[in-house]
């Protein structure tokens, strides 16, 4: 099962309807009404976990529906089903009505291929007509439908994924931590964080960090140096037998992945391939393999590609990287030339974490 799954809610997502009176629903029990769907939802707002949580119900005995989930960030000129029989080689024999078709991250597709994408998407859906289709996007990168126009996928109803309840954030952590839920929750809203309880993303790991330290963050900034310190550290403990002073080599790790993660979003995507983009950045054999084994990269998918774990991670990485540089350079990297005017949209959370 999901690690940390919190049940969330979607609701419409029309372009022309307000927030009010709107319907909740799981994804899962809108999936047995709607064959189509888009789900939306801004960064950490957890759409990747909700695929995960999906395929994972229907994997179970007694859904007929076959779960096969894919990320999209990959997606270039090849076909869509090229990707679903790696991950699935047995996908053509599935029935169509059984297929369950998740495609995460719309928005990771490179700026060169997303209308691309966004096209083999509904020839995919086409193709299949009775299959079931899932994609995620942030919300920032899609069209949604009105009365007057069609969405970004035709065909796609868009749901936007609500905040968490505050039924689940009192029950979460409840089970988490050893303080009232109400006096946590006080706690933050008084350094003016409550907001933040609202982001699974954010829940999960402000709970974490009170586990450590029995205390309440000064600012998200404290959050996430700690996490990646944590874990970095955690990390180099397998190399303790293996006669490596780690400690040697902390500041060179910490400022190469900041590095790394700048270029990753300079590029547009999530992921860096090791060969021909990490491999000059870090020339040093022995740093290199240590960056590699650090929590940050997940190299399940491919031996030879390198994704960061979460993209709020790459994100910050790289906003600390952009804090370290002069104003001149800042606008270099994420706005458009030559006035320098307009944030490019896949820097737009960076810019945040850097404010």
Do not use: M
Not at 199 to 219: G, Q, T
Not at 224 to 248: P, S, V
Request: proline share 4%; charged share 30%.
């Amino acid at each position: 099962e999901t690690e940390n799954y919190i049940t969330r809610y979607v609701s419409p997502a029309r372009g022309d309807t307000d927030d009010f009176g709107y319907e909740l629903n799981t994804l899962a029990e809108v999936l047995e009404k709607e064959d189509r769907l888009t789900i939306l939802g801004v960064a950490g707002s957890g759409k990747s976990v909700e695929l995960a949580h999906l395929a994972y119900v229907h994997s179970n005995p007694g859904s007929d529906l076959i779960p096969i989930k894919v990320r999209l960030n990959v997606l270039t000129t090849q076909e869509i089903e090229d990707l679903l029989k790696i991950e699935y080689p047995e996908f053509e024999k599935v029935p169509e009505e059984n297929l369950l078709i998740l495609l995460d991250a719309l928005d990771e597709v490179h700026a060169d291929y997303i209308d691309i994408a966004s096209s083999k998407i509904e020839i995919l859906s086409k193709k299949y007509p009775e299959a079931k289709i899932v994609v995620t996007c942030r919300n920032n990168f899609y069209i949604t439908e009105t009365d007057k126009r069609s969405a970004k996928l035709e065909g796609f109803s868009s749901y936007l994924i609500r905040p968490l309840q505050y039924a689940s954030i009192h029950g979460y952590l409840k089970d988490r931590i050893d303080v009232k839920p109400e006096d946590f929750i006080e706690d933050l809203r008084k350094k003016k964080f409550y907001d933040l309880l609202y982001s699974p993303f954010y829940l999960v790991n402000l709970v974490e960090f009170y586990e450590a330290k029995k205390e309440i963050p000064n600012s998200k900034k404290t959050v996430f140096e700690h996490l990646i310190t944590q874990r970095i550290e955690k990390d180099f403990e397998k190399f303790a037998n293996a006669g490596i002073n780690i400690q040697d080599h902390t500041h060179k790790v910490q400022a190469s992945i900041r590095e790394l993660a700048a270029i990753a979003e300079s590029l547009g995507r999530n992921y860096l391939d090791e060969k021909s983009e990490v491999q000059p950045l870090v020339p040093d054999h022995k740093l290199l393999e240590i960056i590699k084994r650090t929590f940050l990269f997940n190299k399940s998918t491919e031996a030879d590609r390198w994704e960061f774990e979460h993209n709020n991670f790459q994100e910050f990485l790289a906003a600390r990287f952009l804090s370290d540089i002069s104003f001149e350079e800042i606008q270099q990297f994420v706005s458009f030339s030559p006035d320098f005017k307009k944030v490019k949209p896949s820097w737009l959370n960076t810019v945040s974490f850097l404010f």
